[in-house]
């Protein structure tokens, strides 16, 4: 295992903006320690830099959405920004896709049409295919490019390395999900995994059957050894969450079994120490400061990839 040097530092930018209406981030770029945003162009000395390429949840399955994300969602991201792995400094890139929207659109979850074209998560993947090579062509080795990602943005993830499993260093999937509170919703606990996507399936049977064919795509194509976080209490893919371990290479992280972690209680910090709110959902415990607590495991497996 390769030694990991964790040095805090400080790195400014020149052109840089403030995140504009509280708590939002608007727009892509480089996210800096006290969430400042520059341009892509701004990356200095970039065969020393490891990129983290930070895709956010959304909340249409296929269609646009208002915002990018926010501060308490990206906080535990933004605590890895300048940390240093053998002499090479993380930077955090936001990836924003809420203005993509799939060639069925947002009304396609309320359809049992089979899907037809490329769906936004599709276009996701292009997204950061895109990016990569942008990088690649800003200077930046591709081993030292990781893309990672919350709820879609984690499936995106897993997309992108089943499809592209040699153009980025290796990524990271939180809570990965993108197809209805499945576990709560259909009563996963209580009727089991089976059951409750036999209902799903009867409900939903276009989104079930879009669901399976990622899922696997991912299980079929995906050899890149990637790290994966998931909670049991997570109301959407939370008991539906073990197909993970059938994939090569994955190692897949239980984050806890209730909404404490490390003997403490986890709370969503937003802008200010004072605007803070216990966890309720297990899909939200990668949000939660007490999630910092992954930080060495996630600086060891950058380093394993490097």
Known sequence: MKKIFIILSVFIFTTSSAISDGHDIKKDGFLSKNFKITELSTIQDPENKI??????????????QKGCTSIDQIRNRVSLVDEEINGKKIMLY?????????????MWWFSKK?????????????????????????GVPRK???????????LTTLLFFARHPEKAGGGIAYVAACFDKLSKKYKVKKKGKDAALAKFKKKKPA???????????????LKVPLLAFTHPKDSFEGLTSDW???????????????YTLDGKKCHTL??????????????????????QYYNPVILEYIASRI
């Open 270 to 291: 937003g802008k200010s120490k004072s605007d803070k709110w216990p966890v309720e959902d297990g899909h939200e415990m990668d949000q939660a400061t007490c999630f």
């Open 244 to 258: 993970l371990d059938k994939i090569e290479g994955m190692n897949r992280i239980v984050i806890s079994e209730d």
């Open 144 to 154: 030292q490019i990781f893309v990672t990602g919350h709820s879609c943005g984690g």
């Open 51 to 64: 990129i983290l390429i930070n895709n956010h949840g959304q909340n249409n399955l296929d269609g646009k």
């Open 207 to 221: 989104q079930y059957d879009l669901r399976a064919k990622y899922n696997n795509e991912i299980l079929t194509q």
């Open 114 to 138: 089979p899907y037809v074209g490329k769906s936004k998560l599709d276009k996701r993947v292009e997204q950061n295919l895109e990016l990569v090579e942008k990088l690649v062509s800003l």
């Open 94 to 106: 936001i990836l924003c896709a809420h203005k993509i929207e799939g060639d069925m659109g947002k």
